[in-house]
């Protein structure tokens, strides 16, 4: 009985695997589309012409244990790029970095940005 138990949870354990995998976007994909990605400025699109799909690094459980940090400006943007690709989005808006100066316990004199933004779809007409 308790053999049957475990292999039966082992085919659930499994196959909740493989469907999670098949949902995802290709890493490889997202890449490639993360150039794609355009960077709007404030006011350049009205709020009805875009949908949220969501709010990079601030909507996933992982920022409350840590965010991603990066060097300079162009590299966050990047990387905001990709994960917005990541998750079907066409846009970023409200692209906010600011110096978060390291951690709490190492501080650095180094440039240590933290940045924010919605990923987006534009509506076409």
Avoid at 42 to 48: K, V, W
Avoid at 59 to 67: K, L, N, P, Q, Y
Avoid at 93 to 111: E, H, I, Q
Wanted: aromatic share 8%; with cysteine.
């Amino acid at each position: 009985m308790k053999i049957h138990s475990s292999i039966l949870s082992a085919l659930f354990a499994g196959a909740a695997c493989v469907l999670s995998g098949c949902a995802t976007t290709p890493q490889v994909d997202a890449e490639k589309r993360a150039p794609e990605v355009t960077v709007y400025k404030a006011r350049e699109l009205a709020n009805d012409q875009y949908e949220v799909v969501s709010h990079l690094w601030v909507d996933s459980w992982r920022t409350a244990f840590s965010t991603p940090t990066y060097p300079s400006e162009d590299e966050a943007v990047a990387s905001l790029q990709a994960e917005a690709a990541r998750l079907g989005a066409d846009g970023l808006v409200n692209v906010t970095c600011f110096d978060a100066g390291g951690s709490l316990w190492f501080r650095s004199d180094k440039p240590t940005l933290l940045c924010y933004a919605n990923a987006i779809r534009v509506r076409r007409s």
